[in-house]
């Protein structure tokens, strides 16, 4: 399939300023940020005091200011929230009305070629192309950042795509999502997040850190997200994943359709999560791969 463009208006980008931003960033969220490259940007999650996450940003440094990539569901909460810890240090944070976010989905080595990507572009690794950052999210899946006009002149030779045809995308690489709807109620292992390296187990405190510390080094969780099909279009957020005896064991946290059928992502306990598995409603949930190993715990 040749490459196409999607533009993410479901998200928003938030901008971080200020003399204090790297050091107040790095002191909040899961991933080390404070000598974080320009030509890197990793995911990173921020939690509450009990390890539950309350937002999951790709994490972009630009040289007058940073760049949290976060759900349009929810950023304001998360600003207003965010804005409670930012005490005396020398910091601002709004959401960005220069910068848009968009998606190459499908993107071949052909498309790479004609931008002037290297071929070995690490995953997460930033390129800039005229006045447009993008970001390898995965093999054939990018995310770019730049001026609306700009992000207009990369998308002229490319077929437009639905905003659903880079949800499933981000879903086939296991990518969560933190919306209000999951706003604490899941800490970072369920996610994934330490699989998805998202979490530096190696850095300084920041809040929920002695909870993911204590769960990587002791426990595990008894549930993690993992990558449905179902027949029929997207399955609600929030929809309960029960068992062949229909007892809930799990919760649908993304959904995208696929031709006749969606694909999901649904946190799932780890006993459970192999077989035999249905929604709430009796849909079928048939496991598909994701490119990394889901621990069991």
Same mark, same amino acid.
């Given at each position: 399939?040749?490459?196409?463009? &999607?533009?993410?208006?479901?998200?928003?980008?938030?901008?971080? /300023?200020?003399?204090?931003?790297?050091?107040? %960033?790095?002191?909040?969220?899961?991933?080390?940020? *404070?000598?974080? &490259?320009?030509?890197?940007? $990793?995911? *990173?999650?921020?939690?509450?005091?009990?390890? /539950?996450?309350?937002?999951?940003?790709?994490?972009?440094?630009?040289?007058?200011?940073?760049?949290?990539?976060?759900?349009?569901?929810?950023? @304001?909460?998360?600003?207003? !929230?965010?804005? +409670?810890?930012?005490?005396?240090?020398?910091?601002?944070?709004?959401?960005? &009305?220069?910068?848009?976010?968009?998606?190459?989905?499908?993107?071949?080595?052909?498309?790479?070629?004609? +931008?002037?990507? $290297? /071929?070995?572009? @690490?995953?997460?690794?930033?390129?800039?192309?005229?006045?447009?950052?993008?970001?390898?999210?995965?093999?054939?899946?990018?995310?770019?950042?730049?001026? $609306?006009?700009?992000?207009?002149?990369? *998308?002229?030779?490319?077929?437009?795509?639905?905003?659903?045809?880079?949800?499933?995308?981000?879903?086939?690489?296991?990518?969560?999502?933190?919306?209000?709807?999951?706003?604490?109620?899941?800490?970072?292992? +369920?996610? =994934?997040?330490?699989?998805?390296?998202?979490?530096?187990?190696? !850095?300084?405190?920041?809040?929920?850190?002695?909870?993911?510390?204590?769960?990587?080094?002791?426990?595990?969780?008894?549930?993690?997200?993992?990558?449905?099909?179902?027949?029929?279009?997207?399955?609600?957020?929030?929809?309960?994943?029960?068992?062949?005896?229909?007892?809930?064991?799990?919760?649908?946290? /993304?959904?995208?359709? =696929?031709?006749?059928?969606?694909?999901? %992502?649904?946190?799932?306990? =780890?006993?459970?999560?192999?077989?035999?598995?249905?929604?709430?409603?009796?849909?079928?949930?048939? +496991?598909?791969?994701?490119?990394?190993?889901?621990?069991?715990?």
């Amino acid at each position: 399939m040749a490459p196409r463009y &999607s533009l993410l208006t479901h998200h928003a980008c938030i901008e971080v /300023r200020g003399p204090d931003a790297g050091s107040f %960033l790095h002191g909040q969220l899961s991933q080390a940020v *404070a000598d974080l &490259s320009l030509a890197s940007a $990793p995911l *990173a999650g921020w939690h509450d005091a009990k390890g /539950r996450v309350r937002a999951l940003f790709r994490v972009l440094r630009l040289p007058d200011r940073w760049l949290l990539l976060s759900p349009r569901d929810g950023v @304001e909460q998360v600003i207003t !929230k965010l804005r +409670m810890f930012v005490l005396r240090a020398a910091v601002t944070l709004s959401i960005a &009305s220069d910068v848009a976010a968009a998606a190459v989905v499908d993107a071949d080595d052909t498309w790479r070629e004609a +931008m002037g990507i $290297p /071929r070995d572009t @690490e995953q997460n690794g930033v390129v800039e192309h005229q006045g447009v950052r993008l970001v390898r999210v995965g093999p054939t899946y990018w995310q770019t950042f730049g001026d $609306p006009a700009a992000l207009t002149l990369l *998308a002229e030779s490319l077929a437009t795509a639905p905003v659903a045809a880079a949800t499933l995308a981000e879903i086939r690489l296991g990518l969560p999502e933190v919306t209000s709807t999951q706003y604490e109620r899941f800490v970072a292992q +369920m996610l =994934n997040l330490d699989a998805l390296g998202a979490v530096s187990f190696d !850095k300084g405190c920041y809040p929920g850190q002695e909870i993911v510390a204590r769960v990587h080094n002791l426990g595990g969780v008894k549930r993690r997200a993992r990558r449905y099909a179902a027949e029929g279009p997207p399955v609600a957020i929030g929809t309960a994943v029960v068992n062949a005896d229909g007892t809930p064991v799990g919760d649908v946290i /993304r959904s995208a359709p =696929n031709g006749s059928r969606s694909e999901l %992502l649904a946190v799932v306990d =780890n006993a459970a999560a192999d077989a035999g598995l249905a929604t709430a409603a009796g849909l079928a949930l048939t +496991m598909l791969p994701l490119p990394f190993s889901v621990p069991r715990d």
